[in-house]
């Protein structure tokens, strides 16, 4: 177990420098992005000499200096919430209500105004360099009746800075709606400048994107409700309302070609700010770490890779671990002899024991945790009797002990309790129980939980479908509603509720209100996300698989002492397990839809795809193996019903 200093010592090493290098060339960009902006809110065809001139001394003056230097600002607190919210398991809301209770969170609120402040901060730096009618919120007018000259308010200047606090709120928004924080490793590996290049384009395409669709919705908003910020300002600061203009809160003024070309732009220019950053400390922090298989001196034991791959407390930590022992067992061959080798003195494969043992306990707890689904959610929505549970314990206990795969982690047999993504890897700086990082669990006593859940667990309504004992095959036919549930009671060995403990019906006429009715939809369960929460971490279920195929395939010429003969037996039961795990979760219904592509957002969606990536990934672990041992296997110890899948593998009918 790590102690909390060692945790300490990898977060300020790795962590903290690399979230430092990213905000430092977020800053050293901002003087590129600026003159950008400046050229094209200055945009003249017809007088290019006096374009190039006036930016020219637009760029030394003290104003855009300012600006800059309030930019810096802006970017250091990006990058501060860049590293306080990251996350590297994505939290998928499985209902609306829970998406909803996220959004109004009093941590997501705060998050929210932060952002207003610093859209209204980036806003007035644009505006400032624009200069002209947007430079200042008060400008000189003359009243009609006195004729004397009066402060009045800027509406353009005000139109700006509101919308920047829209855009900022709309960035805070969609953060949680698109999963912004979080991080995905790529499947190939790239070096930071090609990859920052290559996704340069996209950044600047979603930045316009997400411009034109703030400037039309604000637009609107602004038609409408614009008069009431517009009339508290002006009284608050004592400014007067110049009627000699036209509003801009009607058509006529919003129909103004340079208002929403500036706006376009400086929206623009705002959200390329803000995902320069996000793109940055993305390609930063998952850069690979090379973690040293074993140390020479005893106070750098805790940093080597068998120890690191143990943390249960940082997960970016663990993730670099195991994305590491995935490179290593397919492109280092002197680190691959590090792994298969004995200690000295004992002659112990210590090395190897702690790498399989953790890999295979990672393996383990994805196939629990996918029994446990696939029992509380049977292919038609309803729960299985308690003798087929029981039948299914004793029949995987009875091949465990058949094939002789003790060693394998405990966490296969489903009298565990449940474990989520969250449960196993916890954001490094969040904590578990973060807003942005909460993981799957449904709760039974949470107001946002689905009554078909409740049913789960023994509360089962009279006017279901599923009330009793007797399923007529036409409402099997019905689709499922039930999608993911709470295992907890079923897993503790709890009864259901039998329909005797159950009260009467209500009468027929009685129906529910319409606000019921519509709580209850939106509590009801999305069925593709619950399916994505269960693969929400499978990124290291696949470098496990990676780093284990691997591995085993090349003892076959390189391990000389034979430390990788005593865990095959269990591995190849581990991942045979596992394959029919996931091969029945599949057949559930919208395992298999694969989910719609997003024209253009910066959120990152790859966690939807995860479960097709772990299957492939599986079953070219399986491949590898029987490719490079072909019959040989037949002299491992393992299950009659495991041999004949491999064999399927070794005559390539997979």
Same mark, same amino acid.
């Given at each position: 177990?790590?102690?909390?200093?060692?945790?300490?010592?990898?977060?300020?090493?790795?962590?903290?420098?690399?979230?430092?290098?990213?905000?430092?060339?977020?800053?050293? @960009?901002?003087?590129?992005?600026?003159?950008?902006?400046?050229?094209?809110?200055?945009?003249?065809?017809?007088?290019?000499?006096?374009?190039?001139?006036?930016?020219?001394?637009?760029?030394?003056?003290?104003?855009?200096?300012?600006?800059?230097?309030?930019?810096?600002?802006?970017?250091?607190?990006?990058?501060?919430?860049?590293?306080?919210?990251?996350?590297?398991?994505?939290? +998928?809301?499985?209902?609306?209500?829970?998406?909803?209770?996220?959004?109004?969170?009093? !941590?997501?609120?705060?998050?929210?105004?932060?952002?207003?402040?610093?859209?209204?901060?980036?806003?007035?730096?644009?505006?400032?360099?624009?200069?002209?009618?947007?430079?200042?919120?008060?400008?000189?007018?003359?009243?009609?009746?006195?004729?004397?000259? $009066?402060?009045?308010?800027?509406?353009?200047?005000?139109?700006?800075?509101?919308?920047?606090?829209?855009?900022?709120?709309?960035?805070?928004?969609?953060?949680?709606?698109?999963?912004?924080?979080?991080?995905?490793?790529?499947?190939?590996?790239?070096?930071?400048?090609?990859?920052?290049?290559?996704?340069?384009?996209?950044?600047?395409?979603?930045?316009?994107? %997400?411009?034109?669709?703030?400037?039309?919705?604000?637009?609107?908003l602004y038609f409408f409700f614009g008069y009431?910020?517009?009339?508290? +300002?002006?009284?608050?600061?004592?400014?007067?309302?110049?009627?000699?203009?036209?509003?801009?809160?009607?058509?006529?003024?919003?129909?103004?070609?340079?208002?929403?070309?500036?706006?376009?732009?400086?929206?623009?220019?705002?959200?390329?700010?803000?995902?320069?950053?996000?793109?940055?400390?993305?390609?930063? $922090?998952?850069?690979?770490?090379?973690?040293?298989?074993?140390?020479?001196?005893t106070e750098d034991a805790e940093q080597c890779?068998?120890?690191?791959?143990?943390?249960?407390?940082?997960?970016?930590?663990?993730?670099?671990?195991?994305?590491?022992?995935?490179?290593?067992?397919?492109?280092?061959?002197?680190? &691959?002899?590090?792994?298969?080798? @004995?200690?000295?003195?004992?002659?112990?494969?210590?090395?190897?024991?702690?790498?399989?043992?953790?890999?295979?306990?990672?393996?383990?707890?994805?196939?629990?945790?996918?029994?446990?689904?696939?029992?509380?959610?049977?292919?038609?929505?309803?729960?299985?009797?308690?003798?087929?549970?029981?039948?299914?314990?004793?029949?995987?206990?009875?091949?465990?002990?058949?094939?002789?795969?003790?060693?394998?982690?405990?966490?296969?047999?489903?009298?565990?309790?449940?474990?989520?993504?969250?449960?196993?890897?916890?954001?490094?700086?969040?904590?578990?129980?973060?807003?942005?990082?909460?993981?799957?669990?449904?709760?039974?006593?949470?107001?946002?939980?689905?009554?078909?859940?409740?049913?789960?667990?023994?509360?089962?309504?009279?006017?279901?479908?599923?009330?009793?004992?007797?399923?007529?095959?036409?409402?099997?036919?019905?689709?499922?509603?039930?999608?993911?549930?709470?295992?907890?009671?079923?897993?503790?060995?709890?009864?259901?509720?039998?329909?005797?403990?159950?009260?009467?019906?209500?009468?027929?006429? %009685?129906?529910?209100?319409?606000?019921?009715?519509?709580?209850?939809?939106? !509590?009801?369960?999305?069925?593709?996300?619950?399916?994505?929460?269960?693969?929400?971490d499978s990124q290291a279920h696949i470098w496990?698989?990676?780093?284990?195929?691997?591995?085993?395939?090349?003892?076959?010429?390189?391990?000389?002492?034979?430390?990788?003969?005593?865990?095959?037996?269990?591995?190849?039961?581990?991942?045979?397990?596992?394959?029919?795990?996931?091969?029945?979760?599949?057949?559930?219904?919208?395992?298999?839809?694969?989910?719609?592509?997003? +024209?253009?957002?910066?959120?990152?969606?790859?966690?939807?795809?995860?479960?097709?990536?772990?299957?492939?990934?599986?079953?070219?672990?399986?491949?590898? +193996?029987?490719?490079?041992?072909?019959?040989?296997?037949?002299?491992?110890?393992?299950?009659?019903?495991? &041999?004949?899948?491999?064999?399927?593998?070794?005559?390539?009918?997979?």
């Open positions: 177990m790590f102690s909390l200093k060692q945790n300490c010592w990898f977060i300020k090493k790795v962590v903290i420098w690399r979230a430092m290098a990213s905000i430092a060339w977020s800053v050293l @960009l901002l003087p590129v992005t600026t003159a950008v902006f400046v050229l094209l809110s200055r945009f003249s065809l017809f007088h290019p000499i006096q374009w190039i001139s006036e930016c020219i001394s637009l760029l030394t003056a003290s104003t855009t200096i300012f600006s800059l230097v309030v930019l810096c600002g802006v970017v250091l607190m990006i990058g501060f919430f860049n590293l306080e919210f990251y996350t590297l398991v994505p939290s +998928i809301r499985c209902s609306r209500m829970a998406l909803l209770g996220t959004v109004l969170h009093p !941590r997501q609120c705060v998050h929210s105004l932060v952002y207003c402040t610093m859209g209204m901060l980036v806003m007035w730096c644009a505006s400032v360099t624009i200069g002209g009618r947007y430079s200042t919120l008060g400008t000189p007018c003359r009243q009609s009746e006195s004729g004397e000259f $009066v402060t009045c308010l800027n509406e353009y200047h005000l139109f700006l800075l509101l919308a920047g606090a829209f855009m900022g709120y709309s960035h805070s928004f969609l953060g949680v709606v698109q999963n912004m924080y979080y991080v995905s490793f790529q499947p190939i590996q790239q070096y930071k400048y090609p990859r920052f290049k290559s996704c340069l384009p996209a950044v600047v395409k979603c930045s316009v994107i %997400q411009s034109l669709y703030s400037a039309r919705n604000f637009a609107a009431v910020p517009k009339t508290w +300002i002006a009284s608050t600061l004592n400014l007067q309302i110049d009627s000699s203009l036209q509003p801009l809160d009607s058509l006529t003024g919003l129909l103004d070609f340079s208002l929403l070309y500036h706006l376009a732009i400086s929206g623009t220019f705002l959200y390329l700010t803000w995902y320069l950053t996000v793109l940055l400390f993305r390609i930063y $922090v998952i850069e690979a770490y090379s973690f040293p298989v074993q140390s020479t001196f890779l068998p120890k690191v791959l143990a943390e249960k407390n940082t997960s970016v930590m663990k993730f670099l671990a195991l994305q590491d022992l995935a490179l290593l067992s397919q492109h280092s061959l002197s680190r &691959r002899l590090e792994v298969f080798s @004995l200690s000295q003195p004992g002659g112990h494969p210590h090395n190897w024991n702690a790498i399989s043992k953790e890999c295979l306990s990672l393996l383990s707890e994805l196939t629990q945790r996918l029994v446990a689904h696939q029992d509380a959610v049977a292919s038609n929505g309803r729960v299985k009797s308690q003798s087929a549970s029981s039948d299914t314990r004793s029949a995987s206990s009875s091949s465990s002990v058949m094939s002789g795969t003790e060693d394998i982690p405990e966490t296969l047999r489903l009298g565990v309790p449940l474990r989520t993504p969250g449960s196993v890897f916890k954001s490094s700086m969040g904590g578990a129980h973060s807003a942005l990082t909460a993981p799957f669990t449904p709760d039974v006593d949470s107001p946002f939980s689905s009554p078909a859940i409740r049913r789960l667990v023994g509360q089962q309504e009279p006017q279901s479908p599923w009330f009793g004992t007797v399923q007529s095959p036409h409402v099997m036919r019905r689709g499922p509603k039930l999608w993911s549930a709470s295992t907890e009671s079923q897993t503790n060995g709890s009864p259901l509720a039998s329909p005797a403990t159950v009260p009467s019906p209500p009468a027929a006429n %009685q129906k529910p209100s319409f606000l019921t009715q519509w709580m209850q939809n939106r !509590r009801e369960q999305l069925p593709e996300a619950s399916s994505q929460a269960l693969f929400a496990a698989l990676q780093g284990l195929s691997h591995l085993v395939a090349a003892s076959f010429s390189e391990d000389q002492f034979g430390v990788v003969q005593t865990t095959l037996p269990s591995i190849l039961s581990c991942l045979v397990v596992l394959l029919e795990a996931v091969d029945r979760h599949f057949k559930l219904p919208h395992a298999s839809s694969k989910p719609a592509r997003t +024209i253009c957002s910066m959120g990152d969606s790859t966690y939807k795809t995860l479960r097709f990536a772990l299957r492939a990934s599986l079953k070219t672990a399986i491949y590898k +193996i029987t490719t490079t041992f072909g019959e040989h296997l037949n002299a491992v110890n393992i299950s009659s019903e495991h &041999r004949k899948r491999l064999q399927q593998f070794l005559e390539f009918k997979e």
